[in-house]
């Protein structure tokens, strides 16, 4: 069956997806007490799924500034992102985090890890974001790192910021990576090159 992209409302498929967040973390992650459940940044938050006709196989979330929370996540646990904003042209760059990736393990691979990472690209940028931020281990950041750089596009590891460990995450490493999403100017060509390579993969 084919695996369609899209971001949803849909209650039915965001508690499948809290459900297989929740699983994939305690099994994966070794947190057996994570709870996946909605929280508060769930609700101002973009949910990206994958699903195979009414199953979702996968799901991540995008997070924006929103006035009300004013601070992403990473930046609620103390993170001070304002040398990133100045490395680009924009007075005022919209920038996201992405968070609380999963994937079914039954259906788990490489490819669709691909196909997601560019969805997770299109999706931001029609959100209007210049770049995202996303927190991973090491194996991981250079493992999105590599699929990330497959299509064209810059991603870098920041080992040099300190990231303050989420509760509930403290004996995972904490690394910061920043997914370039490219300035105004680039959009077109940036999402070009995504749709591109989604068509010959």
Known sequence: MQVRFELTRNAELLEQYYRLRERCFREDLGL?????SEDAWDRCSQILIAREGDRC????RITG???????????????DLSCLRRALPQDSPRYCQWGRLALLPEVRSTELLQDFIAEMIIHSRQLGYQYSVM????????????????LGLRYDIVPE???P??????????LLS??????EEDQAAAL?????WRAVA
């Open 57 to 60: 196989i996968g799901g991540m």
């Open 161 to 163: 910021l300190r990231v």
């Open 65 to 79: 500034r929103e006035p009300a929370l004013g601070v992403l996540p990473i930046e609620e646990e103390g993170v």
């Open 178 to 183: 920043v997914a370039w999403l490219r300035h």
């Open 192 to 196: 070009a090159s995504v749709k591109r």
């Open 165 to 174: 460990a989420e509760e509930g995450f403290e004996e995972l490493p904490h």
């Open 32 to 36: 057996p007490d994570f709870d996946g």
């Open 135 to 150: 927190v991973a281990g090491m194996n991981r950041s250079r493992l999105y790192r590599r699929l990330y750089r497959g």
